[in-house]
């Protein structure tokens, strides 16, 4: 049945933020900085790169769903650079989280336990590109400054997905003893990001909660919305259709708040979102994998 194979996607990726959670709420240490430096500097770098030497993907086909990825960010940068003069919120505070989503820690596990290593392949291409806008214009959107050639010179995942896509490109492989160390290391960084975010969404306070999942929703609409209509007008194939879909309708990123708190900008109404929409990516993920497993 389509309802128990969408519960063994969704169980371990919930399980493992839960645990997280209530890690943290029993008054257990947990060094979240460290864990974080570990996973976004060597453990998901190490994936991407091994993912994308592997994947069995066409490397045309990686490089047409990078443009269609940065195609529709284009779109919903847009879309809510105008909502939001529309509603007239602070658009230092609201567009990088409305645009930006966890196409990380929650968007690689889902898109690898639903669609395997092809999945994994498209999805680690999102988490590349949302990376570097989310740390060049996402920060730009939040101070004022751009901070591009910073973003391209010190990010990890960047040189890891040009390494993973030369590697593919050219046929080379690592030796053996090299790609089973990367993979091994990789393993780590699903389940350790599912925790973090576990633990970091139990750090945070919000009294903003109502009006937060009001925007939530919105984000949501928004971004399947226009993940659907460009996905259909392009005509991408099941996988990348789907796990475009899945990438985009993924809830706001811890780091959303932690720009906005680095860069003064409203960090409570951030980190309502943030509680709120990963509260809502729990009914409806299960919603989305359902009809694309379908």
Same mark, same amino acid.
């Given at each position: 049945m389509i309802f128990i194979e969408v519960i063994e996607i969704v169980f371990p990726v919930f399980f493992l933020s839960f645990l997280g959670f209530f890690w943290v709420k029993k008054g257990f240490e947990y060094p979240m900085q460290f864990v974080t430096r570990l996973c976004m500097n060597i453990a998901v770098p190490c994936l991407v790169f091994v993912s994308l030497m592997n994947t069995k993907i066409d490397i045309k086909l990686l490089f047409n769903f990078? /443009? #269609?990825t940065l195609f529709t960010y284009a779109f919903i940068i847009i879309t809510f650079f105008f909502i939001i003069k529309l509603i007239k919120i602070n658009s230092k505070t609201y567009l990088a989280p409305l645009s930006f989503g966890n196409t990380g820690n929650i968007g690689l596990p889902l898109a690898y336990f639903a669609f395997g290593e092809i999945g994994l392949g498209?999805?680690?291409?999102?988490?590349s590109i949302t990376s570097i806008l989310s740390f060049s214009i996402g920060i730009w959107f939040v101070s004022g400054k751009m901070s591009l050639f910073k973003t391209l010179k010190n990010e990890p995942l960047l040189t890891a997905t040009f390494l993973?896509?030369?590697? /593919? #490109?050219?046929?080379?492989?690592t030796p053996h003893f090299l790609t089973s160390t990367f993979e091994l290391i990789g393993q780590m960084a699903i389940p350790l990001m599912l925790i973090t975010l576990g633990v970091a969404v139990a750090s945070l306070n919000t009294n903003h909660f109502y009006w937060a999942l009001k925007l939530s929703i919105l984000k949501l609409f928004i971004c399947i919305s226009l993940s659907l209509i460009i996905g259909y007008i392009l005509y991408l194939d099941h996988i990348p259709f789907s796990i475009l879909v899945l990438q985009m309708s993924a809830p706001v990123a811890v780091t959303s708040y932690l720009l906005a708190k680095k860069y003064n900008a409203d960090d409570k109404a951030v980190a309502g979102i943030v509680i709120a929409s990963t509260s809502l990516s729990i009914l409806y993920f299960p919603i989305i994998l359902y009809f694309q497993l379908s």
């Open positions: 990078t /443009l #269609v498209y999805a680690v291409l999102v988490l993973g896509l030369f590697f /593919l #490109v050219t046929g080379y492989q």
